[in-house]
């Protein structure tokens, strides 16, 4: 016969092969579960790693049922079934397919009986199926595992899973896994010490924490090993605790950034001492939840881009605001600090309360986005999207805002009535009008400030309220009316309160930085950073 005639042939055959082998396993792994029940202990421990060997997906969970104790015999017809005790009898169902096979009493029913052996031969046996997984994700899952159980039984196994394995932090974990099962046994000095060295090298608190747990059984000779290790850990976790701080630090002063910018604007040019500015942060939250309420409702596929369409509202809606409070009762006491301190305070009673009228007391929700929700890990330092996304968007404000006042014609009126508002006003600027929309401007940066709260803070009407006094204390701190100076200002108060709260607490911790700026500003009255030329109006 012609070779090529034999092609269609052994194509049939591959194919019929091919569809047969599903088959053909499937019955290998049902015959091998019906056979558990028969001889001793030692014949069901090879049976269960003949199990783990087909590789078939339902093994693992079938080992697991056993390991549990629920698997069982039902005496009629001696099928191997799964049993839950529901009420008096057993719920059953098939442990290969889940299928329900009804129920039956305890008296029916005779126990696969499993010892301490079989549990750990069952353990090494789910850990061959899931470290030899496909999915990197299985895989890691598998060897965290290990790495708590530490199981000396599972040596052997994990040596395989290592020099097959190919993604890098899967491989980490396994060989930190490794290292901690080999402290467990009786393995030689030199093999021991190397595996101290591994998981010194890890250096995070997993491996302290190994490292400690093995320190009260170690022999003498190893003690000096496993002290350096942990003695080189605690250095290290040190200093990522104190880049940690300073991370919190950072995002606490981009949001003591966003509700103070604006403030250093209003207070800068006209020197209006604004109570109602925290209250002004918190309506451009509640226009967030409005308008998420509205996507939910009636757009949910826009949800990732609630934020997007909020921003620009939130700050028309509280620009208008702000030029609405300052065209009608602020204009009317200039030079008056005391009555603009008590009427800005009194107008952020009356916008809390109608806040609580329209949208009730209660905190509202308002939902992260998905780009903006979870953490990811930078070295030891844990940083969460939505922390990371408001230091970003307080940089671009800031960046935005800067190249307003230095590069846009209202930029320069308002430098100039800053400066010198009787000089600017005879120069014709109108200076009524820069206030207005000065005012407006920093009133709308408060209402963006507000978008970005409302993903790290409860939105209430008494959301103002946390913000406010940090706003001034900024300000002050860095400069009134100076920009650079509230950056400055607000990074270093937030950097300085994360380093205060571990060992004085939150509340003294604001207390002492309270003190601090009532120091500092007895030596330098006009902040960090202060503008030339406010003496002349003096």
């Known amino acids: 016969m012609h070779p090529f005639r034999l092609i269609p042939k052994l194509l049939l055959a591959l194919a019929l092969l091919i569809t047969a082998a599903p088959g053909a396993f499937a019955q290998d792994v049902e015959a091998l579960v019906n056979t558990l029940p028969e001889g001793s202990y030692s014949d069901r421990e090879k049976v269960i790693f003949d ?6 997906d339902r093994v693992a969970s079938i080992l697991k049922v056993l390991g549990e104790g629920d698997l069982y015999v039902r005496e009629e017809d001696g099928r191997v079934v799964a049993g839950k005790r529901a009420g008096r009898d057993y719920a059953l169902s098939d442990p290969l397919t889940g299928e329900a096979l009804g129920a039956a009493p305890s008296s029916d029913l005779d126990k696969i009986r499993v010892n301490n052996r079989l549990r750990r031969a069952i353990r090494s046996a789910i850990g061959q199926l899931t470290l030899m997984s496909p999915s990197p994700s299985v895989r890691l ?19 395989e899973a290592l020099a097959a394995e190919t993604d890098t932090g899967v491989k980490t974990v396994m060989e930190l896994a490794r290292a901690t099962t080999i402290l467990k046994t009786d393995a030689g000095l030199d093999e021991k010490t190397a595996a101290i060295d591994t998981v010194t090298a890890r250096g ?8 400690t747990a093995s320190l009260s059984t170690a022999p003498s000779e190893l003690t000096p090993a496993i002290e350096r290790g942990i003695a080189g850990i605690e250095r290290k976790l040190a200093m990522w605790d104190g880049l940690q701080n300073v991370w919190y630090g950072l995002s606490l002063g981009s949001v003591l950034l966003l509700a103070a910018i604006g403030l250093a604007i209003t207070f800068g040019v006209m020197g209006v001492i604004n109570m109602a500015h925290g209250e002004i942060v918190m309506l451009g939250a509640y226009t967030t939840f409005a308008v998420q309420q509205v996507i939910r409702i009636s757009f949910p596929g826009l949800f990732d881009y609630s934020l997007a369409i909020a921003l620009p509202l ?13 065209r009608g009762f602020i204009r009317w006491l200039y030079g008056r600090p005391l009555e603009t301190l008590l009427a800005t305070w009194g107008l952020s009673l009356i916008l809390q309360q109608t806040v609580r009228t329209i949208f009730g007391p209660n905190n509202r929700e308002v939902g992260n986005p998905g780009w903006m929700s979870g953490a990811f890990d930078l070295g030891g330092l844990s940083i969460t999207w939505n922390r990371l996304w408001i230091v970003v968007f307080a940089l671009v404000v800031f960046a935005i805002l800067l190249a307003v006042l230095n590069r846009t014609p209202l930029g320069l009126q308002m430098r100039a009535v800053t400066q010198n508002r009787r000089m ?23 209402g963006i400030a507000g978008v970005a709260l409302s993903q790290i ?6 959301l103002g309220q946390s913000y406010i006094i940090d706003s001034f204390m900024v300000v002050v701190f860095g400069g009134v009316g100076n920009l650079w100076g509230t950056l400055v200002g607000a990074l270093t108060l937030g950097v300085a309160n994360k380093f205060l709260e571990p060992f004085a607490g939150a509340v003294l911790g604001k207390i002492f930085i309270l003190v601090f700026i009532i120091l500092f500003i007895q030596r330098r009255p006009r902040g960090l950073f202060a503008l030339k030329g406010r003496a002349v109006d003096a």
């Open 314 to 326: 939130a700050f028309l809606v509280t620009a208008l605001v702000g030029i609405a409070i300052e």
């Open 457 to 462: 803070d409860n939105v209430s009407p008494n």
């Open 141 to 159: 899952t598998a060897a965290r595992s290990l790495l708590r159980n530490a199981d000396p039984d599972a040596l052997e196994l994990l040596d």
């Open 424 to 446: 600017a006003s005879s120069m014709g600027i109108r200076t009524p009008w820069v206030d207005a929309l000065t005012f407006g401007l920093g009133s709308g940066i408060a």
């Open 204 to 211: 995070n608190r997993e491996a302290l924490a190994v490292l």
């Open 51 to 56: 199990l783990a060997a087909t590789g078939d």
